[in-house]
């Protein structure tokens, strides 16, 4: 039973950030949840964990939607050229 729950979970997450809508979805939460910058925060070991908390569950996202990190990089660049850039420093903000 565990493991039919596991597959269809699996599947979901797979489909839905296959999805153009998930693509961009999971770049910007990789973007905002530093998948792609340090999550050190000097002089504050528990704000940088944290932070690497936040980046651990953005992982696992793309873990189970088989969405390697250099794709999801390339969805990100392509939002940035069509949106403009945005900073990364994972502050929440997002033009996206």
């Known amino acids: 039973m565990l493991l039919l729950k596991e597959k269809r979970r699996r599947t979901l997450y797979h489909d839905f ?3 153009p809508e ?4 999971l770049a910007d ?3 905002r949840h530093y998948v792609y910058a340090t999550t050190h ?3 504050d070991p528990y704000y ?3 932070n690497e908390g ?3 569950v953005i992982l696992e996202l793309m873990k189970l939607a088989n969405a390697p990190v250099d794709q999801v990089q390339r969805t ?3 939002m940035e050229t069509i949106h403009g850039r945005n900073d990364s420093t994972g502050d929440g903000n ?3």
Request: net charge positive; no cysteine; hydrophobic share 40%.
């Open 17 to 19: 950030f296959n999805l």
């Open 22 to 25: 998930g693509k961009e979805v």
């Open 29 to 31: 939460m990789a973007r």
């Open 41 to 43: 925060v000097p002089n």
């Open 48 to 50: 940088t964990a944290f």
């Open 54 to 56: 936040r980046r651990a």
């Open 76 to 78: 990100i660049n392509q």
């Open 94 to 96: 997002s033009d996206y």
